[in-house]
């Protein structure tokens, strides 16, 4: 089943921080998060794994709930760079982390303007 | 390092006609391959996947079909396309076994059926 992203869509200036979250009805081992420029292929950024990680990727960080099976995806100080869609993608528990069926959300359009 | 390519880059095809989309991967064995189908504002949909040469596994059902003659090759058919066909189509790879490392996206092929 499909993850369901919020908000659908953020316009931000320069420097300002966001939040995209991602939530999934059912247990999750991972989650993905890609960036697609216009015209482009999403381009990976980070992976969380079972276990309430966070990480960080520059100013970019995300965390994830396994109990709440959500992750929040963090942009910080943003960057002009920072535009294009974000996408969330999740692994279904019970998989073993065998890393297929990987299930995209409809993603996020975050623009920074100057 | 890892590369995956995938072609032709654009596609104008008369409905009816057949489809041959083609993706290889090279700096690696034995990865997981993906074909996704980007639509507008429907995020990203697994069409196929596959974990070894021969090894096809279907998440929708439709005109579409998928190929593994090489261990790096993946091949994306169809005899005979449909309008609703139309998409950004795009392969991606991941390294083989337990889920820790994120999809590598070829740069796509965006089809218009005419």
């Known amino acids: 089943q499909q993850p369901v992203q919020s908000p659908q869509a953020v316009i931000l200036r320069e420097g300002e921080d966001a939040v995209i979250n991602c939530s999934s009805s059912k247990a999750l081992y991972s989650v993905h998060w890609y960036r697609q420029k216009h015209g482009e292929a999403p381009v990976f950024l980070m992976i969380l794994l079972k276990g309430g990680e966070q990480k960080g990727h520059e100013k970019i960080s995300a965390s994830f709930n396994e109990k709440k099976q959500q992750s929040s995806l963090y942009l910080t100080a943003s960057q002009l760079s920072y535009s294009g869609t974000y996408f969330c993608?999740?692994?279904?528990?019970?998989?073993?982390?065998?890393?297929?069926?990987?299930?995209f959300g409809k993603g996020t359009l975050l623009t920074v303007n100057p | 390092s890892q590369t995956i390519h995938q072609w032709p880059a654009t596609l104008v095809q008369p409905v009816g006609s057949p489809l041959s989309l083609e993706c290889t991967v090279e700096?690696?064995?034995?990865?997981?391959l993906y074909w996704y189908r980007q639509a507008a504002g429907r995020g990203l949909q697994l069409l196929f996947y596959?974990?070894?040469?021969?090894?096809i596994s279907s998440e929708v059902p439709q005109n579409l079909s998928a190929s593994r003659p090489q261990d790096r090759q993946f091949i994306l058919s169809s005899k005979k396309l449909l309008l609703s066909d139309s998409g950004f189509y795009l392969c991606?790879?991941?390294?083989?076994?337990?889920?820790?490392?994120?999809?590598?996206f070829g740069s796509g092929t965006r089809l218009t059926v005419v």
């Open positions: 993608g999740t692994e279904a528990a019970g998989s073993g982390g065998s890393n297929y069926k990987l299930t």
């Open positions: 991606a790879w991941s390294g083989p076994g337990q889920g820790a490392v994120g999809y590598t």
């Open positions: 596959s974990v070894g040469i021969g090894q």
């Open positions: 700096g690696t064995s034995n990865p997981n």
